[in-house]
């Protein structure tokens, strides 16, 4: 369900992207740790690692993907076009001005 906001103010939109953009900041940092202990525990590899409270799994496993630049080469365009699903994605994206 997506909330309709209405008489919204300029000052309101100018201090909710400064909030964002001050948000990201803080995240950004903590995220690339995160990243950084993922790629130590996947290095290490599959199993599971104890902590005090928590515990890390790593599992590696097959993922299967669809090659479309071929399957676009073997259908026809009308049957490429009756196979693709087009969705609408809304992204909302924090960038300096």
């Given at each position: ?34 990243d950084?202990?993922?790629a ?15 515990k ?6 097959a ?19 009756a196979?693709t ?13």
């Amino acid at each position: 369900m997506v909330a309709v906001v209405r008489n919204i103010t300029r000052a309101v939109i100018r201090r909710d992207v400064e909030r964002m953009a001050e948000i990201e900041a803080t995240v950004r940092p903590l995220l690339e740790e995160l990243d950084a202990l993922k790629a130590k525990f996947r290095e290490m590899g599959d199993g599971e690692y104890l902590g005090k409270t928590h515990k890390v799994v790593v599992n590696t496993s097959a993922r299967v993907t669809l090659n479309s630049a071929e399957v676009k080469a073997r259908l026809s365009p009308a049957d490429y076009a009756a196979c693709t699903i087009v969705k609408e994605v809304t992204r909302v994206v924090v960038k300096e001005a």
